[in-house]
């Protein structure tokens, strides 16, 4: 089992940048593929980022493609979301889950996930 802290979120301009971390607990992160959530008030969750187990692969939403980057340091446990030229329509909470798997495959529904942290609010203003 692992649990996840998610931390880094807070109110930025539009433009601006914010890193998101999760830390995960316990000896196994590096067998977790990660994944990185929103979800805005009134909307369903939806997905963000993916990043497999070894960090050798990644997938994005098209709405962040070219300004987010996910990256993992399996040595520290945790997983970031760097997330440039923030709009706001990124406004919402972002939620790490994780998923014990060796696939080399990005997982991009929420469904899949058996693990999730708290979320961290992010909010950008115009």
């Known amino acids: 089992q692992v649990q996840l802290v998610e931390s880094g979120g807070g109110l930025v301009q539009a433009g601006g940048s914010l890193r998101l971390s999760c830390a995960a607990s316990?000896?196994?992160?590096?067998?977790?593929?990660m994944g990185w959530f929103r979800q805005a008030p009134g909307k369903e969750r939806e997905f963000v980022a993916a990043?497999?187990?070894?960090?050798?692969?990644?997938s994005y939403a098209d709405s962040v493609k070219g300004r987010f980057t996910i990256s993992r340091d399996n040595a520290k446990n945790t997983v970031y979301l760097q997330m440039n030229s923030l709009k706001p329509e990124d406004t919402a909470v972002y939620y790490c889950?994780?998923?014990?798997?060796?696939?080399?495959?990005?997982?991009?529904?929420?469904?899949?996930?058996?693990?999730w942290g708290q979320g961290t609010q992010v909010t950008v203003s115009s």
């Open positions: 316990g000896r196994t992160f590096s067998r977790y593929a």
């Open positions: 889950a994780a998923k014990a798997t060796w696939a080399i495959a990005t997982i991009s529904t929420d469904i899949e996930y058996d693990y």
């Open positions: 990043i497999v187990w070894s960090g050798g692969s990644t």
